[in-house]
């Protein structure tokens, strides 16, 4: 295993058992908790009728839960599945935007199985604020989602940020975000959460800039790099307002991975899953059976 190879040995058994780290453990299970609806940035690739394209794919859009309901959802699959090794919160917005709900529910699901491997993936915003209580409440996995590391690459990207009570659009939100991004995957890095970054590649706006991506967060700490391609799909709606924004070809894809596997293992076998996701990774992405709250958007 390519990622697991060039990984120090600690870091290897720490990862193990964990299906996206370590492709060598695809017979284990992972499940997303879709508790987090909100989230606090915009990016121009989302269509929040869907789950957060940090982790996901279009498709039909996963029903909520509340920390009760992905407790109960826990127990019912745990019991079926004792392969599962992994339990996440990964959307369908922004765990960290939804810290009440994400944090009720890490504490549900470690009082329940202290064995359980807790996983976040975030967009980064709040992550600096919120790296040592992640720590505390027993996150040793986290997913931050990097673009970009140029504000001027990142208001191609994100219109606006919601942050500290304030709306920032154009350069000062991508500037805003980026910041807290950089800081905030040192954070969790330096509280001992192992750090996946995740990058969108989108031809013609940040394909050029992954080298600086990659030294830069293998710099801030990140522990591996997972490229995925832009979903271009016609219901994601307008990229920019463009229709037609392409996504990478399979070999543009290769070739931003291997510039950024220069710095970092990559991770190659990601399955882009729905926030709601249960299952191993190579039985492709269940999704939950028994949800407790619906919820509709707007
Ligand atoms: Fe959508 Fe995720 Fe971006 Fe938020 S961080 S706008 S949910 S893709
Ligand atoms: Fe793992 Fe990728 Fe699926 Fe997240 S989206 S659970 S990293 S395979």
């Known amino acids: 295993d390519q990622v697991r190879h060039l990984l120090p040995k600690d870091i290897q058994q720490q990862i193990a058992t964990h299906p996206c780290y370590s492709k060598q453990a695809h017979q284990y299970a992972r499940m997303h908790l879709p508790v987090a609806p909100a989230c606090n940035i915009q990016c121009h690739y989302c269509n929040r009728k869907y789950d957060c394209s940090?982790?996901?794919?279009?498709?039909?859009?996963?029903?909520?839960?509340?920390?009760?309901?992905?407790?109960?959802?826990?127990?019912?699959?745990?019991?079926?599945?004792?392969?599962?090794t992994v339990v996440g919160i990964a959307g369908p917005g922004d765990a960290l935007a939804n810290s009440q709900a994400t944090f009720a529910t890490l504490?549900?699901?470690?009082?329940?199985?202290?064995?359980?491997?807790?996983?976040?993936?975030?967009?980064?915003?709040?992550?600096?604020?919120?790296?040592?209580?992640?720590?505390?409440?027993?996150?040793?996995?986290?997913?931050?989602?990097?673009?970009?590391?140029?504000?001027?690459?990142?208001?191609?990207?994100?219109?606006?940020?919601?942050?500290?009570?304030?709306?920032?659009?154009?350069?000062?939100?991508?500037?805003r975000l980026?910041?807290?991004?950089?800081?905030?995957?040192?954070a969790a890095a330096a509280a001992g959460m192992l750090v996946k970054v995740n990058t969108v590649l989108i031809p013609g706006i940040n394909d050029h800039h992954i080298e600086q991506v990659s030294q830069e967060v293998r710099r801030r700490g990140a522990l591996m790099h997972n490229i995925m391609p832009l979903i271009s799909a016609a219901e994601h709606g307008t990229f920019f307002g463009i229709r037609g924004q392409r996504g990478p070809s399979a070999s543009e894809l290769e070739a931003a991975r291997a510039i950024s596997s220069q710095y970092m293992p990559q991770m190659t076998h990601c399955q882009q899953c729905r926030?709601?996701?249960?299952?191993?990774?190579?039985?492709?992405?269940?999704?939950?059976?028994?949800?407790?709250v619906e919820h509709s958007y707007k």
């Open 54 to 84: 940090n982790e996901s794919r279009p498709g039909v859009v996963s029903r909520l839960m509340d920390s009760d309901g992905a407790l109960k959802q826990f127990r019912s699959i745990k019991r079926r599945a004792p392969n599962l």
């Open 107 to 175: 504490k549900k699901i470690r009082m329940e199985d202290p064995q359980a491997q807790l996983c976040i993936s975030t967009n980064g915003l709040m992550l600096e604020h919120y790296a040592s209580e992640l720590a505390a409440a027993g996150v040793h996995h986290l997913t931050v989602t990097i673009n970009c590391i140029d504000p001027a690459i990142g208001e191609q990207i994100y219109p606006w940020v919601y942050y500290d009570h304030k709306r920032l659009r154009g350069r000062a939100a991508a500037e």
């Open 178 to 186: 980026i910041q807290n991004q950089l800081a905030g995957l040192e």
């Open 275 to 292: 926030a709601d996701a249960v299952g191993t990774l190579g039985g492709g992405c269940g999704q939950s059976e028994e949800p407790v």
